[in-house]
Structures are given as structure tokens and as C-alpha cells.
């Protein structure tokens, strides 16, 4: 956190309604990160970018989108095709793939 | 990634030292030693991390086993506001592609007045 933005914290989202979350760093870091978090589970991957116009999948990307234009901005769409989107997103970066990997607070999303 | 096992809650006095222990027996010899905490409904908090030398920072020291198949977590002068999940990790620095974090259950530690 500290140097990572996440917005909005909540979000409310009508079935069939395709969504963005902001993620935006100021830490001058290389590699950003999206994971989605469920009520008593791990965090799983969704997608990864290590320098800019340049993202990978992650474990469960399937009904996600992503862009990475600008160093410090990594928005994830989340898309009607995914079927169980009702979670914790949670954006992550750190200066590169080897280093530690820092968070920022998080938007719970709630499909109605 | 080597597998962690933590116990599931502990709870400890406030202004008393909370310790926190963690097993990883398959610990690689690459493979650092992370902790991250979660306090509800907030994104997980780094707290520290280390290879085979003892670490501390203004959050917390960290305690690893010579042979470094377990470690714990020292925080020092608990508070109320330590009260959280705090999950123990270990991970090898990847050099091509992320390599994401994986969380277990972690141990809920509770503070209490």
C-alpha cells in the first residue's frame, strides 16, 4: 500500500455489465499484478505485466482484460463472460519478477 | 514453492511479544522466507522476509532455523492493531515471468486487551 491506489473500494455491478478497476503505483515500479481473492481462499492470479504494452495470464484470466499503457496504470476489465466475478480484487507490483511484491487496498466487487 | 504449515489462530496479550511460527521442511536452498498480513478487508501487508540470516525492521524480526526448515515471526510489543491474518511464504526469486504468491490459510492471530 502507501504508494499503490485502488478505486473505487466498492463496487456494485448488474449481471451482463462489463466493469474496470483502477490500479494505479507511483513506486516507479516494472511489474504489476492482479490477483482475486474469495471469502476464505488463497489468492489466485489473474493476470501480469512486466514492463509497459506488455501482460501475461495468470492462472484464471478467462472473463478478464487487461492494459498496461502506462508504467504506473494496470486496469482490469472484467468482462460479462466471467461467470463468478463477486470478489476481492487486489492489485500487487514490485520493481521486478524477482522482488517482493507489495499491495494496494483492494475493491470488492458484488454482481447483483 | 515449498509448502507452509502455520497454526490455524493463536492469540497473545497486548504489549506482549507475539510469536509466530512456521514450518517448511522442503525449503529450497534459493527459496526465501516471506510474511505477509491481512487485516480484514484490506489488502495483504508485507512485513518482512529473509534467506538464512535472522531480519528485522521497524514492523517485526524474524527468527530462521540453521537449518532453515522452520522460522517465526516476532512482533515485539503487540497491539490491538496487530490483530490480523499473517501468512508465512516461501518463494525463489523468478527471473522470467511472475511468479504469483500463494497464500495458505495463514494463522489468525487475535490480540487482546
Known amino acids: 500500500d502507501g504508494g499503490i491506489t485502488q478505486s473505487p473500494k466498492y463496487l456494485f455491478r448488474k449481471e451482463g455489465q462489463n466493469v474496470t478497476l483502477s490500479c494505479e503505483q507511483n513506486l516507479n515500479h516494472d511489474a504489476m499484478y492482479w490477483y482475486r481473492q474469495d471469502p476464505g481462499q488463497g489468492l489466485r492470479l489473474i493476470y501480469y505485466?512486466?514492463?509497459?504494452?506488455?501482460?501475461q495470464k495468470g492462472d484464471i484470466a478467462e472473463g478478464y482484460s487487461v492494459s498496461r499503457e502506462k508504467k504506473e496504470s494496470f486496469p482490469l476489465t472484467v468482462t460479462s463472460a466471467q461467470k463468478n466475478p463477486t470478489a476481492f480484487y487486489l492489485c500487487a507490483t514490485s520493481t521486478d519478477f524477482t522482488d517482493t511484491q507489495y499491495f494496494g487496498p483492494g475493491t470488492r466487487l458484488t454482481v447483483l | 514453492d515449498a509448502k507452509t504449515t502455520q497454526p490455524p489462530s493463536m492469540d497473545c496479550a497486548e504489549g506482549r511479544a507475539a510469536n509466530l511460527p512456521c514450518n517448511h521442511s522442503t525449503i529450497s536452498g534459493n527459496e526465501y522466507v516471506y510474511w505477509y498480513r491481512q487485516i480484514h478487508s484490506q489488502g495483504p501487508q508485507y512485513i518482512i522476509h529473509?534467506?538464512?540470516n535472522n531480519e528485522t525492521n521497524e514492523m517485526a524480526s524474524l527468527i530462521i532455523t540453521e537449518d532453515r526448515k522452520s522460522s517465526t515471526l516476532i512482533l515485539p510489543h503487540a497491539t490491538l492493531r496487530d490483530t490480523a491474518v499473517y501468512y508465512c511464504i516461501v518463494r525463489a526469486p523468478q527471473i522470467q515471468g511472475a511468479q504469483k504468491l500463494v497464500f495458505g490459510q495463514g494463522t489468525r492471530l487475535t490480540i487482546n486487551p
Open positions: 505485466s512486466q514492463i509497459v504494452n506488455d501482460f
Open positions: 529473509g534467506l538464512k
